[in-house]
């Protein structure tokens, strides 16, 4: 059986259309990071390889007798300013880490022969700055926004004003789980999970 970990981790999947808060335990992910317009050569060059380490680890894991799908692509989003507004800080200042999350039991070994196989099909220098960490959120605000990224900033206003009516406040990275494929969905159409780690 191949396991599909947005069943395993269902609840780290779902989110609904309004701001509620959930508890995020700690999962294992491959991770890259990098500053610049997501509409970028840069980008698309780090998510490329993060995919092809991401690939590499699901035949490995197949050969082993673990098969599974590759997960959701997400990314952690940053300004070195936390003065200003995000939204209004030129989009090649913003800074990203992007995550797929891998079964618990895919071991750094594992992680390690992926990246120099990767390394060596593919002669990307960003290969090498894919990551193998454990990453726990804990508190969570979050909602699932329908529609294109450009109107991600109502639904981050229902975030905001849900995080002060319950005297909550943000206490970590902007986080974005990619439902949908961009390239093959409408811009109306795409799901994209929005979570924001809170304190009290």
Not at 32 to 45: L, T
Not at 97 to 114: G, M, N, V
Not at 118 to 141: H, N, P
Request: proline letters at 4%.
């Amino acid at each position: 059986m191949k396991q599909d970990l947005t069943k395993t981790f269902k609840q780290y999947y779902t989110a609904t259309s309004e701001p509620a808060l959930a508890t995020m335990e700690k999962g294992l992910f491959l991770t890259i990071a990098g500053q610049g317009d997501p509409n970028g050569a840069g980008f698309a060059d780090a998510t490329a390889a993060l995919y092809a380490v991401a690939y590499g680890i699901k035949f490995n894991s197949k050969d082993k007798g673990h098969d599974f799908t590759v997960s959701k692509l997400e990314g952690f989003w940053w300004v070195e300013d936390v003065t200003t507004d995000p939204l209004k800080v030129p989009r090649d200042r913003w800074h990203y880490e992007l995550a797929i999350r891998i079964p618990d039991e895919i071991t750094r070994q594992q992680f390690s022969e992926a990246l120099l196989a990767a390394e060596k099909k593919k002669k990307s220098s960003e290969i090498r700055k894919v990551d193998y960490k454990e990453i726990a959120e804990g508190l969570c605000v979050q909602l699932l926004h329908t529609g294109a990224y450009s109107e991600e900033p109502a639904s981050l206003k229902k975030m905001d004003d849900f995080m002060h009516q319950h005297g909550l406040k943000m206490n970590g990275r902007h986080h974005e789980i990619y439902l949908s494929d961009f390239r093959k969905t409408a811009p109306e159409k795409l799901r994209t999970i929005l979570r924001h780690p809170v304190s009290r």
